[in-house]
Each structure stands twice: as structure tokens, then as C-alpha cells.
């Protein structure tokens, strides 16, 4: 039932006030009439107490009056329309389409908010998810059903990186696949860049885009995350398909939450972002996952830049403690001209062991993984000593350790763009880089494989 006022009192920002208001409730939407105006501006109910109402605008307050505007409750919260269609489309912040094709015919609408997935339904993520990066599925395995962010930093190349995951992305098994991908607050020249590339190696065919650029409203920025995971968990858990979804970048949405919050005048958390800010972060994580019974999945990639590179600011820092490990991207090995930058050591996938193994990927692969992991973390070690102490005073294990991890960054973490690696072939680089060690040196892979392999 709508319900229409005259008495709006306030607007500051994406803010408006309307007084008098009875039986409004929470998230539900609000049309605003601005005289002079032929269209309506569409907000959300941020709060509603003692008959007033707090109003969250989906568009610009520029231009707005109090006098003469009206402010038409509609009675329901924010919903889209969901469709298998919706595949090999593009949408923005509000889910409506912006690629020039006509509007879809919804199969139902969704309410966007969702709902937590039931502890005791939830199915354990143990299935091998390919996202064709080596330091990813060969180090850091992804499973079906995980939340694994990348924590990435200003100028690094996380943008490359999510749409060669997103393009690449594949489960072994042959089952019906798809990629949601939600860019937040970027470049019209980023989301050029994700449109043509998807466009131009087909991969749009098996995805669902939803864009929102930094000239969009920022309330579009707070819906859109949602709006991706509420299509994703249609076709998950009603239409039998793995989904992948590619959020970016998560920094831009928590700016917007701030941005919102202190418009409502909230007492700040820290560094100024709103104290229910790892809450939430926690909506949108926790709807990842699998559910008994059902055929399907939702794996998220959160991917997230971290102001100055500082790991411990509270965006990455209350990300970590809701997901399932983190990729980090190393500036040095940016530095060095290596793509994708993933530094390895701080890295972690926290599910990798219930992914891998006979069936799964191989045999060999926990072995392996270790064994680079140490190797690596030693040949680094050894190339800080060789700078204080010179090449001359190392010893000639040492001296492998360090050519190991030049060529470790060389051959197995560098990385072309559009090179597909598949599991095994991202095990066979690690076997061949594992030659530059001393049998003896091998203590983490089983005498059998050793054999084998090498």
C-alpha cells in the first residue's frame, strides 16, 4: 500500500527527512516527487521512529526542495528481477540493463538483502575450483563454496587480474558454470576495460556484469554487491550452476558506507568508518557457500585495495577475520615487472587442503605445494643474507635456494595474461623449478613421487 507525505523537513546529501510518517518499515523503498521534476528520484528507509521516516537517496539530491517535493512510500524493499536470461548481459547500480538490449522478463523478483544461510544447512566446501592462475590453484587452492579476497594496493594490476580469473574460472566435473562480476565506484575507462574484455573472448556468454562507476550515486555502490549475490544465489541454488563472484573493489563500497554514515551524523568507528562496519562486511562474505541438498555453489573473489599498502587498515584487517585466507599482491615483484604480482609467503588459502589431493587435483599436489612454499620462503631468506653478506660467503645449498626463488618468480609466478594454466601444468612447473634442489633438500614430497616425477 502507498502512502504519500508533503513533509519532508531536511536534505543534507544523500540524506532526506520525512516527518509525520506511520507504518514505514525498514529498507523500504520511497519515491520523491521534486516539483518541477517529470520523473521520480528513488531512495530507501535507512530508519523509522517516532513517525520519522530517514531516507537513503539512490540518485543525486542536487537540485532538491523541501517545499513542494513529495515523498510516496511504496510499501517493499528493494528487489530484481532474476532470469537465466540475465547471462551475457551487463546492468548498473540500480540492476537495470545498460548494454542497449531490451529489458528481461523476470522469472520472480528477489529481495536483495537475502537471508543468512542456516548453519546447520550449510554443506562443507570441498570441491576444486580452476581459476587458471598457478600461485592460486597450485599454492593457495580455491574450493568451491569459499570467500578467498585478493588484497591488492593502488596501481597494482588487481583489475587484470579479476577479469583473467573471471575468464578463465572453470570447474573440472563439466557442471554449468557461470561468473557474476560487480565492479564498484571505478574509471568509466575500467569499466570499458571489463566490458571489452569480456565481450571479445566470449566469456559474457557464461557471465552477468553489474557496473557502477565513481560518477554514480553512492547509495548504487551499497546495492550492488547485493544485487550480484542475489543473482548468484538464484542460479546457484535454482538452476544447479556453480557461480563465481568477482567483487570489486570492496574499498570503494566501504568508502561509500562512510560517506553514508557520516551524513546520519553516527559516531565514527575507526579511522572514521562506521562502527558496524565488519557486520556489514559479514552480510555480504557469509553469502558465500553450498547448501545440503543442493547441486550448486557460490564461491567468492572480494578483491580489495589497501590505502598505502597498510594490511592492518580496518577494510583488509576485518576482511580477514570473516574470509578464508587472502591473496596478497607484492609491490616488489611489480616492481620487477612480474604479472600477476601475488607474493606467495603472506598468501593463504585457509580451505586448499579440503581441494586437493587423488580426485580432486593429484596425488602429488600437497607434497608439491609445501615443498615450494619452503623452498621459496628459504631462497628469499638466503637473498637478504647475500645483500649483508655477500654472494662470496654463501654456501652452495644456499646458493641453489637463491637461484630457486629467482626462477620460482620467474617461471611460476609470472604469468601471461592470457595463459591458461591448467593444474597439471602448473604442477609440472613445479617439479621441473624443484630440480634446482638437492634430492636431499626434498623433505616435504614422499620418496614415491620424488621418484616418479623427477
Known amino acids: 500500500m502507498q502512502k504519500e507525505y508533503k513533509s519532508i523537513t531536511s536534505i543534507a546529501g544523500p540524506l532526506l527527512v520525512v ?106 566446501p570441498n570441491d576444486f575450483f580452476q581459476t587458471g592462475i598457478s600461485t592460486i590453484d597450485a599454492l593457495n587452492t580455491l574450493v568451491r563454496g569459499q570467500k578467498l579476497p585478493i588484497f591488492s594496493g593502488s596501481g597494482l594490476p588487481h583489475n587484470r587480474m579479476a577479469a583473467q580469473i573471471a575468464r578463465q574460472a572453470k570447474v573440472k566435473d563439466g557442471s554449468d558454470f557461470a561468473v557474476i562480476f560487480a565492479a564498484m565506484g571505478v574509471t568509466f575507462e575500467e569499466a570499458q576495460f571489463f566490458q571489452s574484455e569480456f565481450e571479445k573472448t566470449g566469456a559474457i556468454e557464461k557471465a552477468v556484469l553489474f557496473i557502477n562507476t565513481a ?7 551499497i546495492a550492488i554487491p547485493r544485487l550480484a549475490l542475489t ?78 599498502d597498510d594490511i592492518t587498515h580496518p ?28 607474493d606467495v609467503l603472506p598468501s593463504l588459502s585457509r580451505l586448499k587442503d579440503k581441494g586437493i589431493g587423488e580426485g580432486k587435483t593429484r596425488a602429488d599436489h600437497s607434497g608439491v605445494m609445501n615443498q615450494l612454499y619452503a623452498s621459496y620462503a628459504r631462497g628469499c631468506d638466503v637473498r637478504e643474507l647475500a ?12 646458493r641453489a635456494y637463491m637461484k630457486f626463488a629467482v626462477e620460482f618468480e620467474d617461471k611460476f609466478i609470472r604469468q601471461g595474461e592470457h595463459e591458461d594454466r591448467d593444474i597439471e601444468r602448473s604442477l609440472s612447473i613445479g617439479w621441473e623449478l624443484l630440480k634446482i634442489l638437492p634430492k636431499s633438500e626434498l623433505k616435504r614430497i614422499k620418496e614415491e613421487y620424488i621418484e616418479k616425477y623427477l
Open 19 to 124: 516527518e509525520g510518517v506511520e507504518g514505514i518499515k525498514y529498507e523500504e523503498l520511497v519515491e520523491i516527487q521534486i516539483p518541477g521534476e517529470k520523473g521520480v528520484r528513488l531512495g530507501k528507509v535507512l530508519e523509522a521512529s517516532e513517525g520519522r521516516a530517514l531516507v537513503q537517496m539512490f540518485e543525486d539530491t542536487q537540485g532538491s526542495k523541501t517545499e513542494g517535493s513529495k515523498a510516496r512510500f511504496l510499501g517493499e524493499t528493494m528487489k530484481i528481477g532474476v532470469s537465466p536470461d540475465m547471462l551475457g548481459r551487463v546492468f548498473n547500480g540500480s540492476g537495470k540493463p545498460i548494454d542497449g538490449r531490451p529489458e528481461i522478463i523476470p522469472e520472480k523478483r528477489l529481495d536483495i538483502s537475502g537471508q543468512a544461510i542456516n548453519p546447520y544447512s550449510r554443506d562443507f
Open 215 to 221: 560518477d554514480d550515486p553512492v547509495v548504487e555502490r
Open 231 to 308: 543473482t548468484a544465489e538464484y542460479l546457484a541454488y535454482e538452476k544447479d550452476m556453480h557461480v563465481l563472484v568477482v567483487l570489486t573493489d570492496l574499498t570503494n563500497y566501504a568508502e561509500a558506507l562512510r560517506e553514508v554514515s557520516a551524513a546520519r551524523k553516527e559516531v565514527p568507528g575507526r579511522r572514521g568508518y562506521p562502527g558496524y562496519l565488519y557486520t556489514d562486511l559479514a552480510t555480504i562474505y557469509e553469502r558465500a557457500g553450498r547448501i545440503k541438498g543442493k547441486k550448486g555453489s557460490v564461491t567468492q573473489i572480494p578483491i580489495l585495495t589497501m590505502p598505502e
Open 315 to 342: 577494510i583488509p584487517d576485518l576482511t580477514g577475520y570473516i574470509t578464508e585466507g587472502q591473496i596478497v599482491m607484492g609491490r616488489d615483484l611489480h616492481r620487477k615487472g612480474i604479472y600477476p604480482p601475488a
Open 387 to 398: 645483500v649483508i653478506l655477500g654472494e662470496a660467503a654463501l654456501d652452495d645449498i644456499d
